[in-house]
């Protein structure tokens, strides 16, 4: 009997976080509905019904508190983390439950989403997500000056120790010498903020500090499945989402 098809339940017109998903789906070459793409109205009633208030799950599923939301079959599951895992362990990009490759890829994962997703969207909401970016405009530019200061640097830094250190193996990855989920989250993370601080960025390639993590980036880049969803009308374009430019927040 074969697999259900996924179902990636996100908002229409920003790659989000749900594009941590996608790229996990689109490197292991599986089947996959994505609403948000070939229907927009249908995806953002489809987030709405779910994450409504008068939403208690079924009995098979509590209600999902925020999207991104996997359904599988009767299996409904949120939280982009807990996704990836599903996901990459059932696709050969991670290791099996229990495994001590199961944990330190979560880790690198998790850095990642902390550190290049999270904090990176902090910077333009630093305050109120419920509130306009142009009601925090000024605690936005102070949250951008420490996070391109101090915070990105420190990330990849730690990134680039990762991908030199024995446990990575050999070639551009992060852990064991091969290709793993914790390559796609980080080659998205290093994507977003690059639209998002295009001058602080470069600078920071420029420098030669982090060439391992950039190359990684690119590595990721030219994966032959990759390189075809970047170029598809699958691939949503960045915007008013997880990822913002906003020039005012960029270094000169």
């Known amino acids: 009997m074969s697999s259900p098809t996924y179902e990636l339940i996100y908002w229409p017109g920003i790659p989000g976080r749900g594009e941590f998903i996608r790229l996990v789906l689109e490197e292991a070459g599986v089947e996959y ?29 509590p209600p999902p508190f925020a999207p991104p939301i996997l359904r599988h079959g009767d299996l409904l599951i949120s939280q982009t983390p807990n996704i990836l895992l599903y996901l990459a362990t059932r696709h050969g990009l991670a290791p099996k ?38 009601d925090q405009k000024e605690e936005s530019k102070r949250r951008a000056a420490d996070y391109i200061k101090n915070r990105i640097p420190k990330f990849l830094g730690y990134f680039e120790r990762v991908i030199k250190g024995k446990k990575s193996g050999d070639g551009p990855w992060l852990y064991g010498g091969n290709l793993t989920y914790a390559d796609l989250v980080l080659f998205q993370g290093i994507d977003g903020i690059k639209y998002a601080f295009p001058n ?14 950039f190359k990684l980036h690119q590595a990721v880049k030219d994966r032959p499945r990759i390189k075809e969803y970047l170029t598809s009308k699958r691939r949503q374009p960045f915007g008013l989402g997880l990822y913002r430019h906003y020039p005012e927040l960029d270094s000169k």
């Open 33 to 61: 509905k994505d609403t948000a793409v070939v229907d927009p109205g249908a995806a953002a009633q489809n987030v709405a019904v779910q994450i409504d208030s008068s939403n208690t799950g079924d009995g098979n599923n």
């Open 97 to 134: 439950e229990d495994s001590p490759g199961f944990y330190h890829l979560n880790a690198l994962a998790l850095t990642v989403l902390d550190g290049l997703s999270n904090e990176a969207h902090d910077t333009h909401h630093p305050i109120a997500v419920s509130e306009y970016y142009e």
């Open 200 to 213: 602080a960025v470069g600078k920071l390639e420029a420098s030669g500090k982090y060439a391992n993590v």
